[in-house]
C-alpha cells in the first residue's frame, strides 16, 4: 500500500534507476548548461538529507526550505518528507537589500511555523550567517546547506511511521487578501490531489509511455503550491520527466518557456494568465518559425482569473507553431485543497459563456467567462450563500465549498481560522466543506469563477466584481497591461485627492482604478483616463472616483500572480503608488 511519496519514489527508483526524473536548465536556455538528476540518485540524495534531519532528533518538527531555484530544493524537500519532518517552503531573501519583502514573510513563517532547521543552498546559508543582527530569529536555529551532506548519510536512513494524516509540509498562503496562513497538508492530501491531477489532465499509462515519459516543462516557483504540486510532485507521483527552470530566467526572456516546449516536446505546462500575455509580446516571425508547439496538450491556466481575450490571441498566434486550441486548458484550485480543485476536459476547447446581452460587457466576445471545468474525481463542489449555508442553483453566483479528500487538515496553529474555513456545513449534504473565499457558480456542471469575497466591491447597494471593472479597464484602451490593474473602493473621505478638497463631500464608497500603462503611452496618459472612466461608466452606470496609471511591475501580486487588491489600495490611501500621472474627480 502506498503511503506516501516516499514509497512512490523509492518504487521508481527501484524500477528505474537509471531514468530522468528533472532535468534543470541553469541559464533558462535549452542549448544552454543542463543538470539531471535521475530516479536513483534522486532517491539517494532524499535520503541523506532525511538520515542528517533524523540523527539529530528532528522528526516531527518544521523545517524551513531557502532554496535558490533549481533541483536542490526537490531533494530537500523529498527529504524532509522521507524524514517525517513538516517542510516549510520559503522564499530566500537575495538582491537589493537582501529583499526586505522576502526578508520580513521570512522571519514571519520562521515564527509561526516554529522552525527548528532550515535548509537551503550554499549561498543562502552563507548569507544567513551574516544576518544574524537582522534576524534574530535565527538563533538556535540549526542551519545546513544540503549540498554537503554526504551521500553515505544515506545508509543510516530508517524509513519514518507515516499515515495518511501525517503533516507533509506546510504550504503557507500567498496573502492575497489576508497575511500568509500555513496550511497543513498531510501525506494522504497529497496522494490524493495527484490522483485528481493525474485524472484530470490525462495522465495515463498509455500517455505517458507515447511521450516517453517527458510530461512537463515548468518554469513556476517550486516554493508555491501551483509549481511544486503541479510540475514537481506529479512528476514523482507518475514516475515522469520534468523539464525545470528558474521563474526569474522566463520573466527575462518569456520565449525560453515556448522553446523548452518545443525542445522537449512535454504533454503538459502552463502558468497563470499573464504569462500566455507575455509569451505574447514576444511573439515574433522568427521565434514562431523555430518553434513546434503540437505535442502540447494540456496548456493549463489557473492562478489568476483566466481571460477569454488572452486564450483568443494565444490560440490564433501559436497556431503556426502548432499549438491547438484543444490544448487551452483553464483550472482552479487553492492551497487550502492542496492544489487543483476543477479541471477542464482534454482535448476539448474551453468552455465560454458569453456576457449577458443586458450586462456591461455585452456583445463583446472576448468578455465571455471562462469555465475552469468540472470536479476532480470525489470532489465536490457546491455553490453557497454563506450566511444562510444554502446551496444556490445552476447560474447563481455564490461562494465556492469545495469537499473531498484532498482538502487540507486546516491551518496551522490557528484553531478559530480552521474552524471558520474548513468546518462548514451546506444543508443537504453530509459532511464538513471548505470555504474558499472565492465567488462563482455552476452551469451544467462546470465551475466558473467570477472573484474574491472579500474584494467585492458595493456601491449603492450593488454588487460590483474587481474583475469586471478591471477588464472594461484593459479593454478600453491598448496601453494597460493585461492582468496589471486593480480595482476596489474607498470610503469618500479616503485617499488621494485633485488637491483642492472636490472630493472632501462625497459619501458612500467609491470605485478607484489602478493600472500599469506601457512606457511610451506615458505622453497619452490624460487621454487614457477618459477612455478609462468613460468605459466603465457606459458599461457599469458608475463614476469612478479616482484613475492611477503607475508604473509597470509596480501593482503589488502574490507570488502565484494575483493582484493584491486590499495592498493596492491601501498603497492609494497612504500616497504610496509608483504613479506616472494621477487625476481625481473634480
Known sequence: MVRSLVDLLTTHASHHPDRTAYRYLVTGDADGEIQEISYGRLAARSRAVA??????????????????????????????????????????????????????????????????????????????????????????????????????????????????????????????????????????????????????????EDVIAEYDHEMFVSWLPMYHDMGLIGPVLNTVHLGA??????????????????????????????????????????????????????????????????????????????APAGFRREALYPCYGLAEATLMVTGSAVHTPPTLLQAPESGPHAGQSDAASVSCGRPGPDITVAVADPERR???????????????????????????????????????????FLRTGDLGFLRDG??????????????????????????????????????????????????????????????????????????DAVSEAEKIIDVIRSGIGDAHGLAVRDVVLVQPGTIPKTSSGKIQRRASRTAYVDGTLAVITAYSQS
Open 51 to 204: 538520515a542528517w534531519l533524523q540523527e539529530r532528533g528532528l522528526a516531527g518538527t518544521r523545517a524551513m526550505l531557502l532554496y535558490p531555484p533549481g533541483l536542490e530544493f526537490i531533494c530537500g524537500y523529498l527529504g524532509c518528507l522521507a524524514a517525517g519532518v513538516v517542510a516549510v517552503p520559503g522564499v530566500p531573501p537575495q538582491g537589493r537589500a537582501q529583499n526586505h519583502r522576502a526578508l520580513t514573510r521570512m522571519k514571519r513563517l520562521i515564527a509561526d511555523a516554529d522552525a527548528k532547521v532550515i535548509l537551503g543552498g550554499r549561498e543562502v546559508i552563507s548569507a544567513l550567517s551574516g544576518m544574524a543582527e537582522h534576524l534574530p530569529e535565527l538563533a538556535g536555529i540549526t542551519c545546513v546547506a544540503t549540498e554537503d551532506i554526504p551521500d553515505e548519510a544515506a545508509a543510516a536512513w530508517c524509513e519514518p511511521d507515516l499515515t495518511a494524516d501525517s503533516v507533509a509540509f506546510l504550504q503557507y498562503t500567498s496573502g492575497s487578501t489576508s497575511a500568509p496562513r500555513g496550511v497543513m497538508v498531510t501525506h494522504g492530501n497529497l496522494l490524493d490531489n495527484e490522483r485528481v491531477i493525474s485524472e484530470r489532465m490525462g495522465h495515463t
Open 390 to 432: 444554502e446551496e444556490l442553483p445552476d447560474g447563481e453566483v455564490g461562494e465556492i465549498w469545495v469537499r473531498g479528500a484532498s482538502v487540507a487538515k486546516g491551518y496551522w496553529r490557528n484553531a478559530l481560522a480552521t474552524r471558520e474555513t474548513f468546518r462548514a456545513t451546506l444543508t443537504g449534504h453530509d459532511g464538513r
Open 241 to 318: 520527466t520534468a523539464t525545470l527552470f528558474s521563474p526569474l530566467h522566463f520573466l527575462q526572456q518569456p520565449q525560453r518557456w515556448l522553446t523548452a516546449i518545443s525542445r522537449y516536446r512535454p504533454h503538459t505546462s502552463g502558468g497563470p494568465n499573464f504569462a500566455y500575455e507575455l509569451c505574447l509580446k514576444h511573439a515574433t516571425p522568427g521565434l514562431l518559425d523555430d518553434l513546434g508547439l503540437s505535442s502540447w496538450r494540456v496548456a493549463f491556466s489557473g492562478a489568476e482569473p483566466v481571460r477569454a481575450a488572452t486564450l483568443r490571441r494565444f490560440a490564433d498566434t501559436f
Open 446 to 519: 462546470e465551475l466558473f469563477v467570477t472573484g474574491r469575497l472579500k474584494d467585492l466591491i458595493v456601491i449603492d447597494g450593488r454588487n460590483h466584481y474587481p474583475q469586471d471593472l478591471e477588464l472594461t479597464a484593459e479593454m478600453a484602451h491598448p496601453a494597460l497591461r493585461p492582468g496589471c490593474t486593480a480595482a476596489f473602493s474607498v470610503d469618500g473621505g479616503d485617499g488621494a485627492s485633485d488637491g483642492d478638497g472636490a472630493n472632501g463631500g462625497a459619501h458612500g464608497e467609491q470605485p478607484v482604478i489602478v493600472a500599469e500603462i506601457a512606457p
